[in-house]
């Protein structure tokens, strides 16, 4: 197990997407759904939701990547007690409850843009993928990252 405490590693709120709701729903959020686990475990495994920015509507997904939390809080992903695999799955939402409500924070005094912040979780074109995925597929080898030649 890590030695330092991570955030919202004992979060036992039980209104996690009830808050989430409310945040988005307090910034206009104009659709919202979520995304569950291809098992009987009822996880919701991802955010889906849209936005009216500078007159556009724009989707964006945000997944909640339980794995990555497990490992983060107990060192593995393998051979967990349920009560582990459950404290995992509150932890992660818990902090993307807090994230996002961060971010609309910093939208609502204007010091950053709606687009700016969300721009990773962008879903393109086809709604499967997002921004950063798209990058993370091309090995991060896209035009968009290269240094601007001489000027």
Known sequence: MPTQRLKNSTSQSPNIFRDIERILTTHKVRELHYE??????????????????EGRRLSF??????????????????FLSPAKSQQAYRTAWANIRDWIDA???????????????FL????????????????????????????????
């Not at 997904?61 to 393998?78: D, N």
Request: no cysteine; charged share 20%; proline share 4%.
């Open 103 to 117: 971010q609309m924070a910093m939208i609502d005094i204007r010091l950053v843009k709606t687009q700016e912040v």
């Open 61 to 78: 997904r945000m997944p909640a990547r339980i794995e990555q939390v497990h490992a983060a809080l107990y060192g593995t992903t393998h």
């Open 120 to 151: 990773p979780y962008l879903l393109d074109a086809t709604g499967e993928h997002t921004f950063y995925e798209r990058l993370e597929q091309q090995q991060f080898q896209s035009r968009l990252l290269e240094a601007p030649t001489g000027q």
């Open 36 to 53: 569950y686990a291809n098992d009987d475990s009822g996880r919701v495994v991802a955010l889906v939701f849209a936005l009216d920015v």
